[in-house]
């Protein structure tokens, strides 16, 4: 499991940081197509722990549930100045061990595909120790004293999906990354090294994604 920070919303003793919203805690502009191929457009909310999406048609007021195994895609406008968002439902085998739908969002596109699932994550530090970040009022995470700080943040599991459906999770470290690959393992690892990549940021581990679809290509 990986865990991608994009921004925290912070919890100091009682004080609550407002004005910030999580992507799955808000409707957005988008459309889903259903399993017969009908395309509804309107406002769309998703919730990727329980594998359902909210729609608002254009037009209409009540609002529609409807789970994984009821459409074949989403899309979702970014927001301002970024790409529309894209989530498939795939089937994943569970512990019974039958085929349900996931709701995954594709990060990036090729006969080896980067999907992720989106979660809340929760993290409690003690405020007095803290070395990482700069003791002052403009440090956000700063309380006078020991306090407990906690924080919500966005945070990805990411996996690899090839042309026949085939999902493998993508591990932590960047030997996890490479093995995650059924192939190519010295020439990703020379990769990483010459472009000097992260596999822990999210921008570096798509550019390995994309090289490695590369060099199948050749």
Not at 91 to 106: A, C, D, M
Request: charged share 25%; net charge positive; aromatic share 12%.
């Amino acid at each position: 499991m990986r865990a991608f920070f994009f921004f925290a919303l912070l919890v100091c003793g009682g004080l609550t940081a407002v004005g910030q919203q999580f992507p799955s805690e808000k409707f957005h502009t988008g459309s889903v197509t259903l399993n017969d191929g009908t395309e509804l457009k309107g406002r769309i909310k998703y919730d990727l722990t329980a594998d359902v999406i909210l729609v608002i048609e254009t037009g209409k007021s009540n609002v529609t549930t409807l789970s994984a195994n009821q459409f074949q895609y989403f899309s979702i406008d970014g927001g301002k100045g970024k790409a529309m968002r894209f989530f498939y439902a795939v089937p994943v085998v569970n512990q019974t061990g039958y085929r349900r739908p996931k709701i995954f969002e594709l990060i990036h596109q090729g006969g080896v595909s980067l999907i992720a699932r989106e979660y809340i994550a929760t993290r409690s530090r003690s405020s007095s120790n803290r070395s990482s970040f700069r003791r002052s009022m403009y440090d956000p995470f700063y309380g006078p004293g020991n306090q407990i700080v906690t924080f919500r943040y966005l945070a990805y599991e990411l996996w690899l999906i090839d042309e026949n459906a085939n999902l493998t999770e993508v591990g932590n470290t960047k030997n996890d990354v490479i093995r995650a690959f059924p192939d190519q393992h010295s020439e990703l690892r020379k990769f990483i090294k010459r472009e000097r990549l992260r596999v822990d940021k999210l921008v570096d581990l798509t550019k390995v994604v994309a090289h490695y679809n590369e060099l199948k290509n050749l």
